[in-house]
């Protein structure tokens, strides 16, 4: 690749991207070819008990498919910390709808594109019966199991009947819940009602469902008409008569045609934005990890996500600082609206980050190590204590949100709120030597082999930008920053000891690394270093982490090889990083975690930040493409939003195109030759370094 001026005279050129190629099992529905070849659909005739079976979910519901078990977000059972450590409430799941009739052939996909797990049943006179599993993006509260028959080819038969079986939930008591009341109404409508076992709140909270009565029926189904079994959910955190509204959501929904049609459609508008690639295996690993964090997340969402989304109970379904360092940073300039929501989960739980702080004998906020619904520490041991980075991956989280929107109302309110808590925090924990060096002792960093060290340089830098952004945070909302912010920000050391960062301070090499720490500083967290440390940092510490390290790891030290021009480790990382995708559903594995969101959001950063060198900064959106993945000529990225601006930019060996998908017009800057020009439609370039920035200012937010 080489760099030069923009080529600013060609205009309205398209780039037409190399077809992707999958293998096409034979067996597969041919209906179902399109969207497989399109990486959007992951096929299975196989024994679903013997797989790593995908999810369903819509920000408020989730399962994993056949796992019998529904969670709701927000309601776990159990106490929180010191008395316990409460865990996602597993609600039996209503839906387990079965066939009766004898079958030749069962056919089993995830399509991501709808948000829809499929099994297509072959029966004896070779028409076919459809279940579409999914979690009702519209209508939040409802999952459903559609049945939809068709007659066998040149069969003239226009509808059939068709034998099924549903489940009940039963009243008495579970793991998660005290003993449940059921109620069937007239209409054949079940509902459950049951507190949780035990709450991190003063009473219970209580989880409703309103299904289809349980029980054996023979439905008769029209060629084509999906026949909808619903399941309705509803919770005391969000409603004052859960059952009551759980059957009104149920009556509601019920009566609705085309659900599937509904649902399908608020997919594809999530889907306008995204990533292609006419790499295959990158393409499937981009789309069924975006449908995974997108199925853990609505713009309504209140309880930010866990490393197992709404799918499972992995680490008791906790809030971690994996919400901030793996997932916000995904889809941050895809969905900033959904980055929001896990930043507000923060701010709606200050308190019983302020009851940690106090407890501790600090100021300020400490947000929990490991949290659930009410914001509490959830953690038990050293880690709730030691764990304090967690509180610089906030502030960082918040930074960038503001960078992309520029939303001063928002800072106002609910950034510098959180950020300036933060800072406080940080003052108070941080103790100063006879030389004025601030001193953050007695930290766990990221690296989980190390334990109660100093100087974590990790932490540290966590520590110092917060303080840094607090002070930039107040001026910008016309507050009066505590001087003392940034005097202490510059004092805390971020040691460089023969051209490389040690993890901490007295850090010997003496043991292996179990996950990623240093390797973090360059990306997500953009620490300014020169290239010498940066390559350094990469190439010791890559041969001091376990092989067995989580795919995060490997996806952050290709990036960073990437940023060093080190493609020969770039191309093995990536692979890498791709080995804990499971087939056939594309599902991420991280030891028992199925569909771990974190490895999810690693695998989107590293596709959205790593070949297109795209950064987040305060003035500017870098974009510096080096070079293509293996095996990929052509890349893009639809619709990213920056501050008021939506983009599409395409990527092939040799150009860059930038096309402006709304009336925003933006400005380019070539680094490289200093020039600028003003892109209101569609712009061709050639690959050098680019500066974007907005050329009209979006409108001042409103309050939300």
Request: with cysteine; hydrophobic share 40%.
């Amino acid at each position: 690749m080489t760099n030069s001026v923009p080529l600013i005279a060609l205009l309205f050129v398209s780039i037409v991207p190399l077809t992707m190629s999958g293998k096409v099992t034979d067996s597969m529905p041919a209906d179902w070819a399109a969207a497989y070849n399109n990486a959007e659909l992951f096929y299975s005739a196989d024994d679903p008990s013997q797989q790593k079976m995908p999810e369903i979910g819509n920000g408020l519901l989730g399962t994993e498919i056949f796992s019998g078990t529904i969670f709701m977000s927000g309601v776990y059972s159990g106490n929180a910390a010191p008395r316990g450590s409460p865990t996602r409430a597993r609600i039996i799941d209503p839906l387990r709808v079965g066939l009766i009739n004898e079958t030749t052939q069962i056919d089993r996909a995830l399509n991501v594109r709808n948000a829809q797990y499929l099994e297509r049943f072959t029966l004896l006179d070779n028409s076919t019966v459809e279940f579409r599993y999914y979690a009702h993006r519209q209508f939040t509260s409802a999952l459903i199991c559609d049945l939809v028959w068709l007659p066998a080819e040149n069969s003239s038969s226009t509808s059939a009947v068709i034998s099924i079986r549903t489940p009940d939930i039963p009243t008495d008591p579970t793991d998660s819940f005290q003993k449940g009341v059921s109620n069937t109404t007239s209409s054949n409508v079940t509902t459950w009602t049951a507190p949780t076992n035990g709450s991190e709140f003063p009473s219970p909270v209580v989880a409703a469902v309103a299904f289809y009565a349980a029980g054996t029926r023979h439905l008769e189904l029209t060629k084509g008409v999906p026949f909808s079994f619903v399941a309705t959910f509803r919770s005391s955190l969000d409603s004052q008569q859960p059952a009551v509204e759980a059957l009104s959501d149920y009556n509601l929904i019920a009566s609705k045609s085309n659900l599937s049609g509904s649902h399908i459609a608020q997919w594809d508008t999530l889907w306008k934005s995204g990533m292609e690639f006419n790499r295959f295996d990158m393409a499937q690993a981009f789309n069924s990890s975006l449908y995974s964090v997108l199925s853990s997340l609505n713009d309504n969402s209140m309880f930010s996500v866990s490393s197992s989304g709404l799918s499972g109970d992995s680490d008791g379904g906790h809030v971690t600082f994996g919400a901030e360092t793996w997932v916000l940073p995904s889809i941050l300039l895809l969905y900033p609206s959904l980055a929001k929501s896990i930043i507000q989960y923060r701010f709606n739980t200050r308190y019983g980050a302020s009851v940690k702080a106090s407890t501790g004998g600090w100021n300020g906020t400490e947000f929990p190590w490991e949290s659930a619904a009410s914001g509490f520490e959830v953690a038990t041991g050293e880690q709730a204590a030691a764990g304090i980075h967690v509180n610089g991956d906030i502030v960082w989280s918040v930074r960038q949100y503001y960078y992309v929107t520029l939303d001063n109302h928002w800072l106002s309110t609910v950034g510098y709120p959180l950020v300036s808590g933060i800072a406080d925090f940080f003052l108070s924990r941080i103790a100063f030597d006879t030389t004025s060096v601030a001193h953050v002792n007695n930290v766990n960093p990221p690296d989980s082999t190390f334990t109660n060290i100093n100087d974590s340089v990790f932490t540290n830098y966590g520590a110092s930008k917060a303080l840094a952004f607090a002070t930039e945070a107040a001026i910008l909302v016309n507050q009066n920053p505590n001087p003392s912010w940034i005097r202490t920000s510059e004092r805390i050391p971020l040691s460089i000891i023969n051209q490389i960062h040690p993890i901490f301070d007295g850090y010997r090499g003496d043991k292996d690394s179990s996950n990623a720490d240093v390797v973090l500083l360059g990306f997500p967290f953009d620490m300014s270093m020169n290239q010498t440390v940066r390559r350094n940092d990469l190439t010791y510490y890559y041969q001091k982490t376990n092989q067995n390290a989580p795919p995060m790891t490997w996806a952050m030290y290709a990036v960073g090889s990437i940023e060093v021009k080190d493609d020969a480790n770039a191309k093995i990382l990536l692979n890498q990083t791709l080995e804990s995708l499971s087939e056939p559903y594309k599902t991420w594995v991280v030891k028992d975690n199925i569909n771990n969101l974190h490895a999810a959001g690693s695998w989107l950063q590293l596709s959205m930040f790593g070949n297109t060198g795209i950064r987040i900064k305060p003035h500017a959106l870098f974009i510096n493409p080096v070079t293509m993945p293996e095996g990929c000529t052509y890349s893009r990225i639809r619709n990213l939003s920056f501050r008021g601006a939506v983009v599409s930019l395409t990527f092939t060996p040799d150009s860059m195109m930038l096309v402006v998908e709304n009336s925003v017009a933006v400005s380019l800057t070539d680094i490289v030759s200093g020039k600028t020009i003003v892109i209101t439609s569609t712009q061709l370039l050639s690959i050098s370094k680019y500066e974007l920035t907005v050329q009209v200012d979006p409108l001042p937010s409103t309050p939300q």
